[in-house]
C-alpha cells in the first residue's frame, strides 16, 4: 500500500524532471539569435529612432543630414494688407445718388511657409506662392533671431522666388546633384509645417520628372521629385536634402484632397531650383533658354500614326520661326532623344534639360529622323527670339518710365486691388502712345500685374504687339497697345 502511494507521487515528479530535460535540450539544439530593445532610464540618453536597418543589413542614418540641415531652413512670415472694393472715387456727384460709400480699412493677412538659405551673406530661397503679394516678409531662424527681408526676384514659371536678409555668417545648405538621386532613396524635407518650427521628415524618391500641373504662369516647367516625405502647409519654400546634408529639392506641392498630406509630396529638383537662384542673384531675372520647338509626348498611337520604330524620346509637333531649331535645321516629325548626352522621355524631362542653359549656350541635341540619328549643335536663344541676357530694369528703360507700386490708398479710392504707377515718363514707348504721368498699368495682355518686377518678367516674355491696360488717378479707364 505504502509502495502504492510512493509511485503515485514519485512517478509525476519523475515524469516532471524528464519533460523539463527535454525542453532545456530542445531550446539549446534550434537557439535562434534574438534581438532586444532596451529603453534608457538614464534621461541624458534618450532613445532616439534614427536608423532604420535594409533587407542588406546596412543602417540608413537620419542624424547627420538633419542636424546638419535643420539650421539653414527658415521660417517664413508675411503680412499683405487686403484693400477692399470701393465703388466711390470721391465723386460728389456720385455720392448724391448713391450716398456715400462704406469704406472699410484695409486688413492684414497673415501667411506662413519656409525658406532655405543658400548663401552665409542672407540670400534665401523659397517659393513664389509663398510671398506673392507680401508687404511685409519677416524670416525666423532656428535660433530664433528674427530679420525683415526683401524680394530679390521672383520667377512664377517655376515657383520660385530668391529673397534676403541683411546678415553675416548664417548657415547655410550647399546645393547637391538631384540628377544623382534614384528611385528608393532616402530624402529628408526639413520645413516648418503648420508652424511647427524645424520639423525633419524622411521618406524616398518615389519618381522623378512629374508633371502635375499646378503651375499657370505662361512657360510653366514642372518636373518634381516626388517623395512620401511627409509635407504640409507651411513646408513650401523648405529643403528636400539627401543624407548627406545636400539641397536636391525645394518641396512645393502636395497631392491632397484634403490640403493636408496623404501620401505624396513634390519638390522642384535642385538642377532647376539653382540655376533659378543664381540668376536672379546675378542679373535679378531668370534668363530663360528656349529651343523654339513645340513638342508633345511621343506615345505608342503617336509612333505607329509616323512609322517611328524606336518608343523614344520626345515628338516635335512644330517649330517657331527663326528659332534656334529653325536655324539648325530641325523640322516637325523629328524626335529629340538626348540634350548634351542625357536622354529625354518626357516632355518634362526635355523642359528640365532645357531650362538649365541662358540664351547663347550651345547644346548637343541628339535627334531621330526617319529612324535614323542625327546630332545638332543649337545655340539657344531668350523669350523674345534674342541672344542677348535681360537685366532687371531694362524693360522699364525701353518703356522709358519710372514705375513703382500704387500706394494703398490710391488703389482704395479706384476701387482695385493693384497696379504699377508710371511716377515719371521719358523717351520711350510709353511716351509715344500718349500714356501721361500718373498713369496705373493694371493688366498686359489681359494677365493681372501686382508689381514692378512681375511687370518685368512678363514683358520679357512677349514680342510684337502688347496691350496695355490701366486707369487714371481721376478714374479715366485707358489702353494703349506698344511694340516690343
Known amino acids: 500500500m505504502f509502495v502504492m502511494k510512493a509511485n503515485r507521487i514519485l512517478y509525476p515528479i519523475l515524469y516532471s524532471i524528464i519533460g523539463g530535460l527535454i525542453v532545456l535540450f530542445s531550446s539549446n539544439f534550434f537557439k535562434t539569435e534574438t534581438t532586444s530593445v532596451v529603453y534608457s532610464n538614464n534621461d541624458s540618453k534618450p532613445f532616439r529612432l534614427t536608423s532604420i536597418t535594409t533587407s542588406a543589413g546596412e543602417q540608413t542614418d537620419f542624424t547627420y543630414a538633419a542636424e546638419l540641415t535643420v539650421h539653414g531652413v527658415v521660417h517664413v512670415k508675411t503680412k499683405a494688407m487686403q484693400s477692399q472694393p470701393s465703388y466711390s472715387f470721391g465723386n460728389p456727384l456720385f455720392d448724391y445718388f448713391f450716398g456715400p460709400q462704406f469704406r472699410q480699412e484695409p486688413r492684414p493677412i497673415m501667411g506662413s511657409g519656409s525658406g532655405v538659405i543658400i548663401s552665409k551673406d542672407g540670400y534665401i530661397l523659397t517659393n513664389n506662392h509663398v510671398i506673392n503679394n507680401a508687404d511685409n516678409i519677416e524670416i525666423v531662424l532656428n535660433d530664433k533671431r528674427s530679420f525683415d527681408a526683401e524680394i530679390i526676384g521672383t520667377d512664377p514659371s517655376t515657383d ?191 523642359q528640365e534639360q532645357i531650362s538649365r542653359y541662358r540664351p547663347m549656350d550651345k547644346v548637343e541635341i541628339l535627334v531621330n529622323r526617319d529612324n535614323k540619328k542625327k546630332q545638332y549643335e543649337a545655340t539657344l536663344r531668350n523669350m523674345r527670339g534674342g541672344f542677348e541676357i535681360v537685366r532687371s530694369g531694362e524693360i522699364a528703360t525701353v518703356l522709358g518710365a519710372e514705375l513703382q507700386e500704387a500706394d494703398v490708398k490710391t488703389l482704395r479710392k479706384l476701387g482695385i486691388q493693384h497696379g504699377i504707377q508710371v511716377v515719371k515718363l521719358k523717351n520711350g514707348k510709353l511716351k509715344d502712345q500718349g500714356v501721361k504721368e500718373g498713369f496705373i498699368i493694371t493688366r498686359i495682355n489681359r494677365s493681372n500685374v501686382k508689381t514692378v518686377k512681375e511687370l518685368n518678367q512678363i514683358l520679357q516674355r512677349l514680342s510684337g504687339g502688347v496691350l496695355i491696360e490701366g486707369v487714371y488717378p481721376n478714374g479715366m479707364v485707358a489702353y494703349y497697345a506698344i511694340g516690343l
Open 160 to 350: 520660385l522666388a530668391v529673397i534676403k536678409v541683411d546678415a553675416e555668417n548664417l548657415p547655410f545648405i550647399p546645393f547637391g546633384n538631384s540628377d544623382n538621386l534614384k528611385l528608393g532613396e532616402w530624402v529628408l524635407a526639413v520645413g516648418n509645417p503648420f508652424n511647427l518650427n524645424s520639423t525633419v521628415t524622411a521618406g524616398i524618391v518615389s519618381a522623378k520628372a512629374r508633371n502635375i500641373n499646378i503651375l499657370s504662369s505662361n512657360f510653366a516647367i514642372e518636373s518634381f521629385i516626388q517623395t512620401d516625405a511627409a509635407v504640409n502647409p507651411g513646408n513650401s519654400g523648405g529643403a528636400l536634402v539627401n543624407l548627406s546634408g545636400e539641397l536636391v529639392g525645394i518641396n512645393t506641392a502636395i497631392a491632397s484632397q484634403t490640403g493636408n498630406f496623404t501620401g505624396y509630396s513634390f519638390a522642384v529638383p535642385s538642377s532647376i531650383a539653382q540655376k533659378v537662384a543664381m540668376d536672379i542673384i546675378e542679373f535679378g531675372e531668370v534668363q530663360r533658354a528656349i529651343l523654339g520647338v513645340t513638342i508633345r509626348e511621343l506615345t505608342a498611337a503617336l509612333a505607329k500614326e509616323n512609322n517611328i520604330k524606336e518608343l523614344k524620346g520626345v515628338y516635335i509637333d512644330g517649330i517657331s520661326e527663326n528659332g534656334a531649331a529653325a536655324e539648325i535645321g530641325l523640322k516637325k516629325g523629328d524626335v529629340i532623344l538626348e540634350v548634351n548626352g542625357v536622354e529625354v522621355n518626357s516632355v518634362t524631362q526635355l
